[in-house]
Every structure is written in structure tokens, then in C-alpha cells.
């Protein structure tokens, strides 16, 4: 229908049709002069605040738009003289005190030759009450939550969770697009993203967005889309910066679990194998499903005690740790020294959850060790005690006679013609002469006793734990009688023989320096007599 057939028809449509329409309109319809005051209404009017016709003509609208509503009763009739019509929303009052809140639109119209303002008025307690059920449900749910125009990304909606989420107002965040917030999308990144929510009607992702005070919160986001107001999405998000933390945590410690060249061990509560890391499986030779499920004593080389480990488990349950070196064997049998950390794991109840080692393959570091402690305590040549492990031996056994009321011999040997061997034949056969007299001697004397090269051609004997005297003189004189015979090396055929000085503790001397002293007079004196004898230090 053309607009000159329309204006036709409404010209032919007789007054008392339009009064018909206005009279019996379900909306209340309020016409007022520029001025605000009322000049018609109809009946769904007075129904609405409950007045009669003749007494809403009487009143004007501050009336009933109840107290204090003066000043915005003026604010929209200055808006609707300027702007010409306007839509908004209010409260009346109803006369017996009811709140009504109502969605009114208003439009100046002319008639008459004359300027009014229709005032079309809708009760909306109805739609009311669905926002305040919304927002209870909005702010109700443990997520933030946040709705957007998918016309420009405008935020049109928030819970107050979100709002502490990001620590932004909710006036802040209405006035705020997506990429106020995004940490990761680009703009153009955004708006391809909100056409595929579009499309699909959903999404689930994981983004960052910024807080107010600049640091970034790690947020899961569920978006559906809904064709509504132009188009919007419903947002709901939820703070996972605490998981993303805790998965980085674990990360880095599988990643150090894995890496580290410790061998790591980890078992229940039972002492089971849970898991073990690659360094385990290089230290032991035994692959992870060769382990798991079974106790860690499969390891074990039988070189600790039962009392071991038994301290080992009192210290480990009392201080939640234990440090300490042990023995344990390889997959192929091979025994391997290791510095090993065991600490417990508990639950929140105190019960142990896991039990987990660390530990070291510390076995050349041992044999060095000995090397060294070897190399500082024992003559290079004969493999016999050397002066300084002679000097802690002879301190040791000294106290142990205080103490047990017992006496000991030390015997300084000095090898008569040792010189004139190592001249005739040459250093070699000299060595091989001084490993031969070192064995001799130790066939003369106990396990328990001491023999050691002091260096060059001077070696002692320390008889220990002497009830009597009587077999400090068999020693000696055995000692005597195997130096005195030939040493053949091949085709060479060297004699020696040896002076012996003897001292005895405490009946010749009463300390250890007095001792040696003693010994050392004593073999000199031997050596002066002519040599191959044995005599005692003076009393």
C-alpha cells in the first residue's frame, strides 16, 4: 500500500474510531502537553496507577513516578522536546503503594495545530522479575560470567565474580571491549573467532586476559552463541592460573625427574617400586618394567648388616630422612658403591604416602679415594704400612695396652748390605729385593701384628697384645735367621741380612716417642756390633 492510500484511509477512519483504539488499548496511554501535564488518558491508564480519569487529569507525572522523581521527570521532558521521542524506564506508584516498573515510550506528535507528547506506557514487572532471577543465577554460579555483542565485541554484561577476576568494576567492564582484556588474540584474531562461535553455535578454549593491575590470569572459557538483541555470547569462564601453575610444577618436574643424572627411585607406602628415572636404569642395567611392582632390596649386594639397615629405618621413620653410603649390585651383578638421600612422603592424615632416593654412583669416586688414602698411608713398593699409618697404628695399639693392662714390642729393622745391592744389581732388583724382605717378615708374625717400611732399608714390627715377653725373642730371632738367607732373582743371587732393635712397652718406655727413640738406639747398636742380631734398648 502506497503512502498516499494509507493517509486515504486514515483520513476516512471517523473520530470515534480512533477514540475506540485509544480507549480500549492494553497499553496505559498518557497525553501531556510540553509542560508535562496530563490532557488525556485512558482507561488502561487509571487502571494501571489506580486513579480515576478526572483525578490523573488533575495530576502531573512526578505524582506518580513517586517521591523524589522531580528531577527526572524534568530530565525527560527536556530530552523529549529536544530528541522528539525517547524510550526508557521507570516506576509508577500505584495508589496503593505498589511499585510498578514500566518501559515507557514517548514521541511529540502534532494535532490540532498543536504540540503534544504521546506517552505509551507497558508494565514490565514480569520481564523484571526474569532479570532479577537471571542475575541471582549469574551471580550464583562459582564462575565468572560475561555477555558480549557479536556485533563489536562489546561487553554487555557481568557477574561480580568476573569482576573480581580481573579486578575491574562492572561499570569498567561495560564500557570495555574483548580486546580491552585479551592477552592473546589479536583484534582480527578475536573477531574470526566470534564468526566460528557464530557458526557453531559453542566453543571451549583456554586464553589469558589481563588483570587491571597488569598481571595475566590463565582462564578455560566456555562461549555459546544465542540470536538475540542483535546477536550475543554468553561467556563463562573459570580462573585455572592455579592449575596452570601446578601443571607447569610437574612439568618441570618431570623434566628434572628425567634429566637429572641422581638416580631417583619412588615407592609406596608398602615400599613397592612406583617409578624410577632413566639415570636408575643407567646406573642398574634393570629397565623401569623390570622393577615397578617389586621392593628395592632386589638390589641389594649383602655387604650391610641387618643392624644397618634396621638404624637406617629408625632414623628414616623419627626424622622423615635419611642420608648415608651403601653397597648394592647392578643388573649384571656387579657391585657399585652409592651416596644415597631417602626422604618420606606423607599425606595430610601423616600416614607415609611415598618413600623416595636419591642417589649417587659414587664408586670410582671411592676407588679413587682409596687410591689416594692407599697412595698417602702405604710404601708405593711393598704395599706395607708407611710412616704415617705405622705412627696411627703404634698410637692405637698403645692406648688399647693402657687400657687392657697389656705390653707390646717395637722392633726397627735395618737391612745390613742393602746399599751394595743396589749398586751391584741396580735399582730393580733392589725393589724386588725390598718386596721380597716385606713378605718374610709378615711370614714371621701375626695377622694382627704391624710390619711397615719406614723408607729406604728401615722397616718395623709392632708386636701387639702381649700377655708376656716370651715371644718378642722367636720374633726377632725368626725375623734374624729368613733375612740371612739368599734372595734369587733369575740368574742373581743377593745376600743381606738385618739389625734388629727391640723396645717394650711400658716396661722400657712410657709414651710413644720415648718408645721409638728406644727402638732406634737399640737397632743402631745392633748394626754397630757387626749386624745380623737382634738386641733389646736398655731398661
Not at 30 to 45: L, P, S, T, W, Y
Not at 197 to 216: M, P, Q, S, W, Y
Not at 299 to 305: D, E, V
Not at 407 to 413: D, E
Request: glycine letters at 8%; one cysteine or more; hydrophobic letters at 35%.
Amino acid at each position: 500500500m502506497t503512502s498516499h492510500m494509507q493517509d486515504k484511509v486514515h483520513q476516512e477512519l471517523p473520530e470515534e474510531m480512533y477514540r475506540m483504539l485509544f480507549e480500549n488499548a492494553c497499553d496505559a496511554i498518557f497525553v501531556a502537553d510540553m509542560e508535562g501535564n496530563f490532557i488525556a488518558v485512558n482507561q488502561a491508564a487509571c487502571d494501571h496507577v489506580g486513579y480515576a480519569r478526572e483525578e490523573l487529569l488533575r495530576m502531573r507525572p512526578e505524582q506518580i513516578n513517586g517521591r523524589g522523581s522531580s528531577e527526572k521527570v524534568s530530565e525527560r521532558l527536556a530530552r523529549i522536546r529536544k530528541d522528539g521521542e525517547c524510550t526508557f524506564e521507570a516506576v509508577h506508584a500505584h495508589r496503593d503503594g505498589r511499585q510498578i516498573p514500566v518501559e515507557m515510550q514517548m514521541r511529540v506528535i502534532e494535532h490540532g495545530g498543536q504540540r503534544i507528547i504521546l506517552n505509551i506506557c507497558r508494565n514490565i514487572a514480569g520481564r523484571k522479575q526474569s532479570e532479577i532471577e537471571y542475575r541471582k543465577i549469574i551471580q550464583a554460579t562459582g564462575d565468572g560470567y560475561w555477555m558480549v555483542s557479536a556485533q563489536d565485541a562489546q561487553i554487555i554484561d557481568v557477574n561480580d565474580t568476573f569482576c573480581d577476576m580481573v579486578g575491574y568494576s562492572r561499570e569498567e567492564l561495560l564500557s570495555m571491549r574483548i580486546s580491552d582484556l585479551e592477552a592473546i588474540e589479536s583484534p582480527e584474531e578475536t573477531a574470526a573467532h566470534i564468526r566460528k562461535v557464530i557458526e557453531t553455535g559453542h566453543d571451549l578454549f583456554a586464553t589469558r586476559h589481563r588483570h587491571k593491575n597488569g598481571h595475566l590470569v590463565e582462564f578455560e572459557v566456555s562461549v555459546s552463541y544465542a540470536d538475540i538483541r542483535g546477536g550475543v555470547i554468553f561467556v563463562f569462564v573459570r580462573d585455572i592460573s592455579e592449575r596452570k601453575r601446578l601443571e607447569g610444577e610437574l612439568e618441570l618436574s618431570a623434566l628434572v625427574f628425567n634429566a637429572s643424572t641422581a638416580s631417583i627411585v619412588v615407592a609406596d607406602a608398602n615400599g613397592l617400586i612406583v617409578c624410577v628415572n632413566p639415570a636408575f636404569t643407567q646406573t642398574t642395567g634393570y629397565e623401569p618394567h623390570e622393577v615397578i611392582g617389586r621392593n628395592p632390596r632386589l638390589l641389594s649386594s649383602g655387604r650391610q648388616s641387618r643392624e644397618f639397615y634396621q638404624n637406617m629405618w629408625q632414623t628414616l621413620e623419627k626424622a622423615g630422612h635419611w642420608e648415608g653410603e651403601w653397597w648394592n649390585k647392578r643388573k649384571d651383578g656387579d657391585l657399585y658403591a652409592e651416596q644415597v638421600t631417602i626422604n618420606i612422603v606423607r599425606n595430610k592424615d601423616g600416614n607415609v604416602h611415598r618413600y623416595v632416593k636419591i642417589s649417587s654412583d659414587v664408586t670410582e669416586k671411592k676407588r679413587l679415594d682409596d687410591l689416594i688414602w692407599r697412595q698417602a698411608n702405604y710404601d708405593s713398593v711393598t704395599n706395607l704400612p708407611n710412616r704415617r699409618l705405622f705412627l696411627d697404628r703404634l698410637a692405637h695399639e698403645i692406648k688399647k695396652c693402657r687400657r687392657e693392662k697389656e705390653s707390646l714390642a717395637l722392633l726397627f729393622i735395618d737391612l745390613d748390605r742393602f746399599k751394595e745391592v743396589n749398586d751391584e744389581f741396580g735399582h730393580a732388583v733392589g725393589d724386588r729385593l725390598l718386596v721380597e724382605v716385606s713378605r718374610r717378615i709378615n711370614g714371621c708374625v701375626r695377622s694382627s701384628d704391624t710390619v711397615a717400611r719406614l723408607g729406604g732399608d728401615e722397616f718395623t714390627v709392632v708386636l701387639a697384645g702381649l700377655g708376656n715377653t716370651s715371644r718378642i725373642e722367636t720374633v726377632a730371632r725368626n725375623i734374624k735367621n729368613v733375612l740371612a738367607q739368599p734372595f734369587h732373582f733369575g740368574e742373581v743371587e743377593a745376600s743381606i741380612s738385618g739389625s734388629i732393635g727391640i723396645a717394650i712397652y711400658p716396661v722400657g718406655a712410657s709414651d710413644i716417642d720415648e718408645l721409638i727413640n728406644k727402638a732406634d738406639e737399640a737397632m743402631y747398636a745392633a748394626k754397630n756390633s757387626g749386624g745380623n742380631r737382634f738386641g733389646y734398648a736398655s731398661t
